[in-house]
C-alpha cells in the first residue's frame, strides 16, 4: 500500500506533539521549576541528609534486587524454553502477575503474608526478623514488581537461537555448567544486558508497591520517590522538584544505557 508523503509527515507531527505534551513538556516543567533558583538550590536540596539517605537506600533496593531477578530471570527462561517441564504454562502466567496486578495490591498482599498478624508476620517478628515497614519488605516488593523483564527478555533469544550449539557442546563433552558459560550465556547476552537495564528502571522508580511496606515514621525507610511524594504533601514544593529532577537524571541514564544497548540486541534477536 502506498502512502502519500504528506500522510507520513501528518502521522509524524501528530505523533511527535502527542510525545511533547505527553511527555517531554511536564518533565521539562520539572527541569525548569527546579532550576528556577539556581543551581545551588538544586544542591542544597538533594544534599540534605534525608535526601541523601533516600539515594542511597534506593540504589541499595535495586543493587539487592536487580542481580537476584535476573539470576530467576535467565532459570525461568531456561525452564520455559530448554525443559518439557510440567507446570511450565503456570509458570509463564506467574510471571507475568507483576504486569497486570497493581503496586498498591502487591504491597497490601506482602503486609499479608509477612507483617505483623500476617501467616509468617509472628513468627518472623519473634525472631526479630521484621520485613513489612523495613527496607527488607521494600526489597521484596521491588523484586515482586521488577520479576518478569529479564525473563521476557530473554525467552525470545532462547527461542531465535535455538539449542542446536548446546547440543554440540553436549556431544563434545561439556558438562551442563560449561554449556551454559560457554555456549548459552554469551548467545543471549544482549537480552539479558536489555532485561537488567529494565529491571533497574522499574526498580529504582518503583512507588506503589514501595509504600504500602515503608514505614510512616522512618525516614530511614523513604526511597527517592517516595521522598518526592512527601517533600510535595509537606508543602516543600522546592525539594520535591530537585528529588524529582534528580530521579529523573537517573532515569535518563538508564534510558542512555537502554539506547547504547539497543543495536546488540536487536542483532540477537
Same mark, same amino acid.
Given at each position: 500500500m502506498?502512502?502519500?508523503? &504528506?500522510?507520513? =509527515?501528518?502521522v509524524r507531527v501528530v505523533v511527535l506533539i502527542y510525545l511533547a505534551l505527553l511527555l517531554l513538556l511536564?518533565?521539562?516543567? +520539572?527541569? /525548569?521549576?527546579?532550576?528556577?533558583?539556581? /543551581?545551588?538550590?538544586?544542591?542544597?536540596? +538533594?544534599?540534605?541528609?534525608?535526601?541523601?539517605?533516600?539515594?542511597?537506600?534506593?540504589?541499595?533496593?535495586?543493587?539487592i534486587a536487580v542481580p537476584l531477578n535476573t539470576i530467576f530471570?535467565?532459570?525461568?527462561?531456561? !525452564?520455559?524454553?530448554?525443559?518439557r517441564t510440567r507446570g511450565r504454562g503456570v509458570l509463564d502466567a506467574l510471571v507475568d502477575v507483576?504486569?497486570?496486578?497493581?503496586?498498591? /495490591? +502487591?504491597?497490601? *498482599? =506482602? !503486609? =499479608? !503474608?509477612?507483617? @505483623?498478624?500476617?501467616?509468617?508476620? #509472628? %513468627?518472623? !517478628?519473634?525472631?526479630?526478623?521484621? +520485613?513489612?515497614? #523495613?527496607?527488607?519488605?521494600?526489597?521484596?516488593a521491588t523484586m515482586f514488581v521488577s520479576l518478569p523483564f529479564v525473563v521476557r527478555e530473554v525467552v525470545p533469544v532462547l527461542i531465535e537461537v535455538g539449542d542446536e550449539q548446546e547440543q554440540a557442546a553436549a556431544t563434545l563433552g561439556a558438562s551442563?555448567? @560449561?554449556?551454559? %558459560? &560457554?555456549?548459552?550465556l554469551p548467545s543471549i547476552r544482549w537480552g539479558v544486558a536489555y532485561g537488567v537495564v529494565l529491571t533497574?528502571? &522499574?526498580?529504582?522508580?518503583?512507588?506503589g508497591a514501595? *509504600?504500602?511496606?515503608?514505614?510512616?515514621?522512618?525516614? *530511614?525507610?523513604?526511597?527517592?520517590?517516595?521522598?518526592?511524594? @512527601? &517533600?510535595? *504533601? #509537606?508543602?516543600?514544593t522546592r525539594g520535591a522538584y530537585a528529588a524529582a529532577t534528580l530521579l529523573a537524571v537517573i532515569s535518563l541514564v538508564v534510558l542512555l544505557a537502554m539506547t547504547v544497548l539497543a543495536p546488540g540486541r536487536r542483532r540477537s534477536e
Open positions: 502506498h502512502v502519500s508523503r &504528506r500522510a507520513t =509527515l501528518s511536564p518533565v521539562g516543567v +520539572i527541569f /525548569i521549576k527546579t532550576f528556577e533558583h539556581g /543551581i545551588g538550590a538544586f544542591w542544597t536540596s +538533594i544534599t540534605t541528609p534525608a535526601a541523601v539517605s533516600a539515594f542511597w537506600l534506593t540504589v541499595t533496593i535495586a543493587a530471570g535467565v532459570v525461568a527462561a531456561l !525452564v520455559l524454553v530448554r525443559t507483576p504486569f497486570v496486578v497493581s503496586p498498591v /495490591i +502487591i504491597g497490601l *498482599s =506482602l !503486609v =499479608l !503474608v509477612y507483617g @505483623q498478624g500476617g501467616w509468617f508476620g #509472628n %513468627w518472623l !517478628v519473634a525472631h526479630g526478623l521484621a +520485613i513489612i515497614y #523495613n527496607p527488607a519488605g521494600m526489597v521484596l551442563g555448567w @560449561q554449556t551454559f %558459560w &560457554r555456549v548459552t533497574t528502571a &522499574r526498580s529504582l522508580g518503583e512507588f514501595v *509504600s504500602v511496606v515503608s514505614s510512616k515514621v522512618a525516614g *530511614s525507610t523513604l526511597t527517592l520517590p517516595l521522598l518526592v511524594e @512527601q &517533600r510535595y *504533601s #509537606n508543602f516543600d
